[in-house]
Structures are given as C-alpha cells and as structure tokens.
C-alpha cells in the first residue's frame, strides 16, 4: 500500500474552536498518524503519515475543519513518508 505525507498549515478561524482536538479525532478514526499543533499567527500546522488514501482524507477534511471553524485557505506540503510516528498527538507550545 502507498504511504503518505503531508504537512498542512490551516488558515482561519481556526484557534480556540476545537481544531486541534477535532483533528485528533479524525486521525484517530481514520488511523493515520502525526500531530497538531497551534502557531503564534492564529493558524494551525499539522503532520500527517500513513496510507495514501487516508492522509488525502484528512487533508480533505482540513479545508472544513470542526463545525466552529472558518477555514479559510490550506497550505499543503506533500513530502516523503518517514514512519516517523506511531500515533497522532495535539502538540502544545509554541
């Protein structure tokens, strides 16, 4: 099976409206994995690993993100697979 990966950085309103945890979530369900994490302009980034078709997925879903949130734009950087993780976290800090 294809591996993936994909780093994304989502614009909006996306800070203080359940981004991070909802992502969490998606991954979980679609089992890929990586992290998510906040960033000081008001964005969020995130890391994503696994079968082609699922990181595509939830690379889908950050263009709408959780009910709260107003997406405006996403970055997307496709990169190498690593198998860098072996599960998906929320990041805290900067």
Known sequence: MDQLRARVIVHGLVQGVWFRASTKD????LGVTGWVRNLPDGSVEALFEGPTKKVEAIVGWCHRGPAGAKVNS???AWEPYTREFGH????YGR
């Open 26 to 29: 998606e991954a979980d369900r």
């Open 88 to 91: 998906f976290e929320i990041r």
């Open 74 to 76: 996403v970055d997307i």
